[in-house]
């Protein structure tokens, strides 16, 4: 009997393996940057902008070496980055209820011996607003704006993988 309850016990063991291989879930990898992206200049209009900081951090984290303006390397230029705030509902009373952020971000790449990409894109959040928890609601908005940037520098490295 134990012999059976072993075998069984295998059995289903085997079978869980080879239904978790034949579904074909893999874990995702990260992001690998083209070779010639390897060494990049990193400009901007602002260089001392929360987002130009968070993209060198990624950069330095996916093992992107950066350096001094040369012909042989890439350079990344990174345009300023833009928050719009919209209102997108109201309390009875007239005080706006909720907003709606649009962060605009634009950069190029000039690669050796390439036409220079231009790429631009925008992330949307929306947040609501109380008057009552002044205080609250502003730390909320500065870590949401702080998330935005986050994603944004991670979405740019990103679209330079695909490159």
């Known amino acids: 009997m134990a ?14 393996c080879f239904l978790l291989t034949s579904c074909g879930f893999h874990l995702k990898k990260a992001s690998s940057l083209p070779d010639d992206l390897k060494q990049i200049t990193l400009i901007g209009d602002d260089e001392k902008s929360a987002l130009f900081s968070a993209l060198k951090s990624e950069l330095i984290a996916s093992d992107v070496k950066l350096v001094a303006a040369s012909k042989k390397s890439a350079q990344l230029y990174l345009f300023k980055d833009q928050l719009e705030r919209q209102t997108l509902s109201l309390f009875q009373n007239g005080q706006v209820a909720e907003y709606e952020l649009t962060y605009s971000v634009a950069f190029v790449i000039n690669r050796p011996n390439a036409e220079p990409i231009e790429k631009r894109f925008e992330l949307y959040r929306n947040y609501q607003d109380d008057p009552d928890n002044a205080l609250a609601k502003a730390k909320e908005l500065a870590l949401i704006i702080s998330e935005i940037r986050q994603q944004a520098s991670r979405r740019i490295l990103r679209e330079l993988s695909q490159l």
């Open 3 to 16: 012999a059976f309850n072993a075998i069984k016990n295998g059995l289903a063991l085997v079978l869980v």
